[in-house]
C-alpha cells in the first residue's frame, strides 16, 4: 500500500498529540488549593449561598423605606342611569347628563413609622444569617483545602510506592536471570529459581495494584481542580514535604477561636434570638404614615382635581395576644436548640483536636521506627546476602530478606508524608490550615 506525506504527517501529529495529552504536570500544593478555591464546585455553590444571603438582607433593609404606587383606570360606561341626590332639593329640571366614561388616577405612598421593631429585627436576623454563611463558606474553603491536602499525601504515597516497587523489581529480575544461569549449571534447585520467578511476578501484581490506585487519586484530583482529565499530576518531595513545622497547636484554644463551623453556629443562635423578637413584635400596633394623590372625572357629572390626603394608619391584631405565644414559643424553642448545636460542635471539636494531636505525635514515632527499621532491613538484607553467596543460607532467607528491605523503605518514604498529612490535618481542625495557605501567597 502505497502512503502519501499526508498520511505520515496525520500519523506524526496524532503522536505527537498523544504524548502531550498524557505529558506529566508538577503543580505545588499551594497553587492547587488555590486552583481549587477558585474551580470546585464546593466554593462555587458556597460563594453562591451567601450571595443570596446577602441580597436577602439588602431585601429586607429595603423595608425601611416608603412605598409608593400609582395608579389610573380608563373605563367605558354604557347606558349609566346617573340620579344625582344632591339636586333633589332644587325646583329646576332638566335633562339627565349622559355619562359614559371614568378617569380615575391615584398616587399612594406609605411609610412604617412602628411595626413592633419588626424592621429592625429583621435587618438584625437577616445581618446575622448573612455572617453566618460568610462563616460557612470559609469552612467550606477550610474543607476543600484539606481534601486537596489528602489528594497529594495519596498521590505522593502511591508515586513512591511505584517508585520504590520497580526499583525492586529490577533487583528481582535480575536475580531471576542469575539464578537461571546457575540453575543451568545445576548449581541450585529448579525449585529456587521458580521462587525467584514468583517473587517477581508477585512484585508486579504490586505494582498493577498501586499504578491503579495512583491513577484513581490523580483522576479526583485533576476532577476537583477542574483540569483536563487526561492530565497526571506529579507531586515532588519538595512541593509536598520539604517545608518547616512551626507553631504546631498543643490544645483545643486555637479552634474554638478559630472554626468557622462555630463560628457560623453562634451566629445562628444570634439570628435566633433576633427571630423570637420577631415574634413578640406581634403583640404591638402597627403604624403607617400614609399620603396619597387622586384625580377624577366622570364625564359630564364630576370632576375631581388636586385631591391630596395624608394621615395616620393604625392596625392591631387582636387576634395575635391569644394566638401569638405560640409562634414565640416556637422562636425561643429555636434558639434553644442553636444552644444545642453549638454545645455538641464544642465538644466535637476538642474530641477531634486531641484525636489529631495524638494522630501526629504518633506519625513523628513512627518516622523513627521506620527510619530504624530501614538501617536495620538493610544489614539484615547484606548478611544474607552475604550467607547465601557463601552457601549459609538458603533462598527463602534471601527473599524474605528482601521483602523485609523492600516494605521497610515504603514504610519509611510514606510516613514523611503522612507526618506532613497529620499537620495538615491538625491545622484544619484548629480552623488554620486556609490562613497557612494564604499567608503563604502575601
Known sequence: MKVSKYMLFGIFFVGISSIVAQEKTNLKLEDAIHLAWTKSNEVSLANTKVNT???????????????????????????????????????????TPKVDQLLLGQANASLPVFAGFKIQNSIQLHDALYEAETASA???????????????????????????????????????????????????PRNDLLKSQLQVSKIQLSIDDATNNLNIVNFYLVT????????????????????????????????????????SVRLQGKASQSNI????????????????????NLKNVITV?????????????????????????????KATESQNSEAIL???????????????????KQDVVYGQAVE?????????????????????????????????????????ANIIQKYYELLAVTGQLSQTFNLSKI
Not at 393 to 407: F, I, K, M, R
Open 305 to 333: 382635581e388636586n385631591a391630596m390626603n395624608i394621615g395616620l394608619g393604625v392596625s392591631y391584631d387582636l387576634s395575635a395576644i391569644l394566638k401569638n405565644s405560640t409562634l414565640v414559643k416556637v422562636a425561643e424553642s
Open 376 to 416: 536495620q532491613s538493610s544489614e539484615n538484607y547484606r548478611i544474607i546476602k552475604d550467607k547465601y553467596d557463601n552457601g549459609l543460607s538458603d533462598t527463602n532467607d534471601l527473599l524474605e530478606a528482601d521483602v523485609d528491605q523492600l516494605g521497610a523503605k515504603i514504610n519509611k518514604a510514606l510516613a514523611k
Open 138 to 188: 470559609l469552612q467550606t474553603k477550610e474543607d476543600v483545602a484539606m481534601k486537596v491536602v489528602n489528594y497529594y499525601a495519596s498521590l505522593y504515597k502511591a508515586q513512591k510506592t511505584v517508585e520504590l516497587l520497580k526499583e525492586n523489581q529490577k533487583r528481582a529480575q535480575q536475580r531471576v536471570v542469575d539464578f537461571t544461569d546457575l540453575e543451568k549449571n545445576g548449581i541450585i
Open 346 to 364: 464544642t465538644d466535637y471539636i476538642k474530641v477531634e483536636v486531641q484525636k489529631a494531636i495524638e494522630d501526629y505525635q504518633l506519625a513523628l
Open 53 to 95: 444571603r446577602k441580597y436577602e438582607l439588602a431585601a429586607t433593609k429595603n423595608n425601611q423605606y416608603p412605598d409608593f404606587k400609582i395608579s389610573g383606570q380608563y373605563q367605558r360606561l354604557t347606558n349609566a342611569n346617573v340620579d344625582l341626590k344632591i339636586n333633589q332639593g332644587s325646583s329646576s329640571s332638566g335633562s
Open 277 to 296: 423578637k420577631i415574634a413578640k413584635g406581634a403583640y404591638y400596633p402597627t403604624l403607617t404614615l400614609i399620603a396619597g394623590y387622586t384625580a377624577l
Open 224 to 263: 476537583l481542580l477542574k483540569l483536563d482529565p487526561e492530565t497526571k499530576l506529579v507531586v515532588l518531595e519538595s512541593d509536598f514535604a520539604n517545608f518547616r513545622m512551626d507553631n504546631v497547636p498543643q490544645d483545643e484554644a486555637p479552634a474554638l477561636q478559630n472554626r468557622k463551623d462555630l463560628e
